[in-house]
């Protein structure tokens, strides 16, 4: 998310075209998103405030579903590009809510409104959606687009967009049935894998022309995973 904010200022005349005409201060609202993404990351990571900070995340990612991907994907509704980037958002949603979830409640947030928000139930069914389509997609209808984000001198080309795709259903229906602890650890270490062995080098070699964007997405998805593999288990009682 942080990098995220961060391209927000690097590729302005971009992200500015994604904001619908029709909202005022197109330009104030790229970089104020830019500085609510940093601002959010870092919170996050600090944890300071964490549990506010991705609250909001979760609705401004969900506004971006509402007022960006939506009328993207109605005017471009036969681009699998943009049925992706959608699809995405709407799980990000979750993601963030699931994170605010497994933080601590400071006393403060019991005097917030966004502490009536049950965001454990908001992540665990927009993830769950959000995974079940996309994995969904992937496994019947967009290999050929999913192939092409894979590269050619990756070993086991097919079978690891195939398995991708497998288990991103697998911890959308597990979620579904709160059994999601295995298919979403299994989902964590194949985005992990994918990571270190692709985009960090990727990355690394040519960071100019190097897709930062997949490599956010995928990071995205590597951590909700593992966030929701944990989560239960760190709630349970001692034995």
């Known amino acids: 998310m ?3 904010g961060i391209q927000h200022f690097i590729y302005v005349d971009f992200v500015i075209t994604l904001i619908q005409p029709w909202i005022p201060g197109r330009a104030f609202w790229t970089y104020f998103t ?9 919170a996050i990571v600090l944890e300071r405030t964490a549990r506010l900070a991705a609250t909001l995340l979760g609705v401004m990612v969900f506004l971006f579903f509402l ?3 939506i009328p993207q994907v109605a005017a471009n509704p036969g681009d699998p590009h943009q049925w992706t980037y959608l699809t995405q958002a709407f799980t990000f949603s ?16 019991q005097r917030s409104p966004l502490a009536r928000l049950p965001l454990a139930l908001l992540g ?17 209808r967009d290999v050929p687009f999913v192939l092409k984000l894979v590269p ?28 999601e602890r295995v298919p979403a650890m299994l989902l964590g270490l194949v985005l992990l894998l994918f990571l270190l062995a692709f985009h960090v080098p990727s990355l690394a070699t040519n960071p100019r022309a190097g897709d930062w964007g997949a490599a956010c997405k995928d990071s995205i998805l590597c951590g909700g995973a593992f966030v929701l593999a944990g989560a239960r288990r760190s709630k349970e009682p001692p034995a």
Not at 36 to 42: D, E, K, N, W
Not at 94 to 109: H, K, Q, R, Y
Not at 152 to 179: E, H, I, N
Request: glycine share 12%; hydrophobic share 65%; proline share 4%.
């Open 94 to 109: 979750g993601i963030a809510f699931a994170v605010a979830a497994s933080m601590p409640e400071p006393d403060s947030w």
């Open 2 to 4: 942080v990098v995220f």
């Open 67 to 69: 007022l960006v991907h």
């Open 152 to 179: 050619a001198w990756y070993p086991g080309q097919s079978f690891w967009a195939l398995l991708a795709g497998a288990l991103l259903v697998a911890t959308g229906a597990g979620l579904a049935v709160k059994r």
């Open 34 to 42: 830019g500085v609510a993404l940093i601002a959010a990351g870092t």
């Open 124 to 140: 665990r069914w927009l993830v769950a959606i959000g995974l079940l389509v996309l994995g969904s997609r992937q496994l019947l």
